[in-house]
């Protein structure tokens, strides 16, 4: 849509394509946790978060950055604001309002959006196929058909099939929860968040929340340690996570509070009364004793092991990393050997975290895919 806006603001007639009964579902599934959009914290630092992406993503950013996401959303008339961990949001924290402001915006540029039609291929002469036998036929093609996770919202990775001589690299879950192997009690916190931790996993330590499921742990802190965690599986089979249950407290001052007689206490009244855990927390504890782990109460609480095996499937992931490779783009987001078709978004290869680089990053493709295709035009 952002690459429709640009090429509708050329001057060109556009039309926007989409499987669902509607646009934009993602966009508003992102919206129900706010809409972090982008993020406050100074440029370069910004940039970087997109780790290996960040070389090719920099020249795309540095056309739509941060600043120019704020301009387009006051520009639709959704004021924003900071947050306390600098992470940017429309003040009406959700989507719909943003959404139905750009899709009037687009209206007004004269773009037509084509809603049920099934995307399954383009012929050389520019010739659109979709899934109901439709044709359509369009001078320049923006593709942007997003990744593989949430595939219910519309986005399902099955145009990896229509282009089978673009060179891919799989499609993987990215910002995803992973599986453990909880024991049955256990399993009775499942929907319960841990609040208040701090995650680490090979020497990167991370303070959030994480939600304990029937299938393993996910949520923030996780997301954010993912893309480590994800690979050390592959590598290995599977990870140790290990959980503060405490970052606020030294395991020293833990000891002192937890020193106190237990007498005829419970472990579990124990570690609450000292240690203020919550159910989960001393949950986690009683899981890691009963697996045989023998370190002193005070060590186990900074820092309890959690066995990863697997990370969770991409229905539940909120991003996808993978895609199509970028030695196979140019600088216009072209694809080689495919005059006039474009791509953006989620389709490209890379994976930024959470905390509004994921839309920051499709909106700057989409913007940059839009200028390539609105140049590529004047040279025709
Ligand atoms: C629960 C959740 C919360 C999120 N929260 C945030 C957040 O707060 N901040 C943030 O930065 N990011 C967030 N994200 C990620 C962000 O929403 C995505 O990165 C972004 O929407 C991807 O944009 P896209 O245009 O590439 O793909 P999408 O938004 O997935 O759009 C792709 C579109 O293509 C259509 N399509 C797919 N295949 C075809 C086909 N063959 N034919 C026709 N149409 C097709 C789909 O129907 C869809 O409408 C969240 C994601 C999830 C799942």
């Not at 037509?112 to 050389?124: F, S």
């Not at 009963?290 to 229905?315: D, F, M, R």
């Not at 474009?342 to 680089?357: D, N, S, V």
Request: net charge positive; glycine share 14%; hydrophobic share 45%.
């Amino acid at each position: 849509m952002m690459a429709a806006e640009v090429v509708a603001a050329a001057g060109h007639r556009v039309t926007v394509f989409d499987r669902m009964p509607s646009v934009g579902r993602k966009l508003l599934m992102a919206g129900r946790g706010g809409l972090n959009l982008t993020h406050s914290e100074p440029y370069e630092r910004f940039v970087g978060r997109y780790g290996e992406a960040a070389g090719w993503m920099a020249p795309l950013l540095a056309g739509f950055p941060p600043s120019a996401v704020l301009g387009w959303c006051e520009g639709l008339g959704q004021p924003h604001f900071t947050g306390s961990s600098g992470r940017v949001f429309p003040r009406a924290m959700k989507a719909s309002p943003l959404l139905r402001a750009w899709l009037g915006r687009l209206a007004g540029l004269g773009v037509a959006l084509v809603t049920r039609a099934d995307w399954i291929g383009r012929d050389e002469d520019g010739t659109l196929h979709f899934a109901d036998g439709r044709t359509h036929r369009a001078d320049a093609v923006i593709l942007a058909l997003g990744g593989a996770s949430w595939p219910r919202l519309g986005g399902d990775g099955s145009w990896v099939a229509a282009l089978p001589e673009v060179a891919m690299i799989p499609l993987h879950p990215a910002n995803c929860g992973f599986a453990v192997a909880w024991s049955a009690p256990f399993r009775r916190h499942a929907g319960t968040p841990l609040k208040r931790i701090a995650l680490e996993h090979g020497g990167r330590r991370v303070r959030g929340e994480a939600m304990v499921t029937q299938a393993g742990l996910e949520g923030g802190a996780v997301y954010a340690l993912s893309a480590p965690l994800r690979d050390a599986i592959a590598r290995d089979g599977r990870t140790t996570l290990s959980i503060d249950l405490r970052p606020d407290l030294t395991a020293a001052e833990l000891a002192r509070r937890l020193g106190s007689a237990r007498g005829s206490a419970s472990l579990s009244t124990h570690l609450k009364r000292h240690a203020s855990l919550a159910p989960v927390a001393i949950g986690l504890v009683q899981e890691a004793l009963h697996q045989g782990n023998c370190a002193a109460l005070p060590a186990l609480i900074k820092a309890v092991p959690v066995v990863l095996t697997a990370p969770l499937g991409l229905e539940r992931a909120i991003s996808t990393a993978g895609g199509i490779a970028l030695p196979g783009l140019d600088e216009r987001l072209m694809i080689a050997h495919h005059p006039g078709l474009f791509a953006a978004g989620e389709m490209l290869e890379g994976e930024a975290p959470t905390g509004g680089y994921l839309l920051t990053g499709c909106l700057a493709s989409g913007h940059a895919a839009g200028r390539g295709a609105v140049a590529w035009l004047a040279g025709q």
